[in-house]
């Protein structure tokens, strides 16, 4: 079953850490790039980072360039997100992405991780 499991989101107070994981299973994780995207209720969805498959290229939003790390872990088929000096702002559910580097794969989506920021 190919599945995108996230975990690691928590309450957590302003200017704290949390690390995000997304767990592949049931396809090939080396052949995607990984994105991490955010929503907030009554607003669109954002963007956050994205990591191509070899992991040459990074982006970032600029809303969490420089406090937000991404990488992953092609042996151990995971994502990862590194949260530093949270906001209030960045409360949000957080859900991973997949897409392969190959055309017309479905794009793989996980069920969300919730990171609340509040004191």
């Known amino acids: 079953e190919v599945q995108l499991v996230e975990s690691g989101g928590d309450l957590v107070q302003p200017g704290g850490s949390l690390r995000l994981s997304c767990a592949a299973s049931?396809?090939?994780?080396?052949?995607?790039?990984m994105t991490w995207v955010r929503h907030v209720p009554g607003k669109e969805l954002e963007w956050v980072s994205s990591i191509s498959s070899s992991r040459k290229s990074i982006s970032y939003s600029d809303s969490v360039k420089g406090r937000f790390s991404i990488s992953r872990d092609n042996a151990k088929n995971t994502l990862y997100l590194q949260l530093n000096s949270l906001t209030i702002e960045d409360t949000a559910m957080y859900y991973c992405?997949?897409?392969?580097?190959?055309?017309?794969?479905?794009?793989?989506w996980g069920q969300g991780t919730q990171v609340t920021v509040s004191s």
């Open positions: 049931g396809f090939s994780f080396s052949d995607y790039t």
């Open positions: 992405k997949g897409e392969s580097v190959y055309l017309n794969c479905p794009i793989l």
